[in-house]
């Protein structure tokens, strides 16, 4: 249930790939900005972006070339989301991300998509665009995913296609 009140505000509040505010309202404007989340001093995640413009007011700020590095204790497998453009929701740690967005994780698999978004409350990647996940062995293509980075369980949503073969196979 919550996922898909999480995919309605998403949709309803989709940001202009040009700007999300008037650029006269911008309080600060930083560049090379680095941003660590932490938890009882162990580092959940950090962005790491080349401008930042920040609106008090809506506690949000819109950030370009992104690139958000996420933690994983237990395992040591960090993983890496990257994308042109993007909105940070400091009250709920929410990013939204469009252009380019690209995951990868240090154990092989990439998705790539137009849209995503993160959601710190729940630890889960999520589009509803076209995505692209490739991993050794296997392309796959669909139409909206969930990917949970504590579980690392991933969902796909609709229209699924996959490509299933064997990497160390020698063609004739």
Same mark, same amino acid.
């Given at each position: ?5 999480? %995919? ?8 202009? &790939? ?48 992104? &690139?958000?590095? %996420? ?58 665009? &076209?995505?692209?996940?490739?991993? &050794? ?27 299933? %073969? ?7």
């Amino acid at each position: 249930a919550l996922t898909v009140v999480i %995919f309605r505000g998403l949709d309803a509040s989709r940001p202009n &790939e040009e700007t999300t505010e008037s650029p006269a309202r911008v309080d600060v404007a930083l560049k090379k900005v680095r941003y660590t989340e932490t938890s009882d001093g162990i580092r959940k995640w950090t962005l790491v972006a080349d401008g930042v413009e920040y609106w008090r007011e809506s506690e949000t700020s819109r950030l370009d070339n992104i &690139e958000i590095t %996420f933690y994983r204790q237990e395992s040591g497998n960090d993983v890496l989301l990257t994308a042109r453009k993007g909105k940070f929701h400091l009250d709920s740690r929410e990013v939204e991300l469009w252009g380019d967005v690209e995951l990868q994780t240090e154990d092989g698999m990439t998705f790539r998509s137009e849209r995503a978004f993160y959601s710190d409350e729940n630890s889960q990647i999520s589009s509803q665009e &076209e995505v692209h996940l490739a991993s &050794e062995g296997m392309d796959i293509d669909a139409v909206g995913m969930r990917y949970n980075l504590e579980t690392r369980r991933l969902n796909l949503l609709s229209r699924v296609e996959a490509e299933i %073969f064997d990497a160390g196979a020698v063609e004739n």
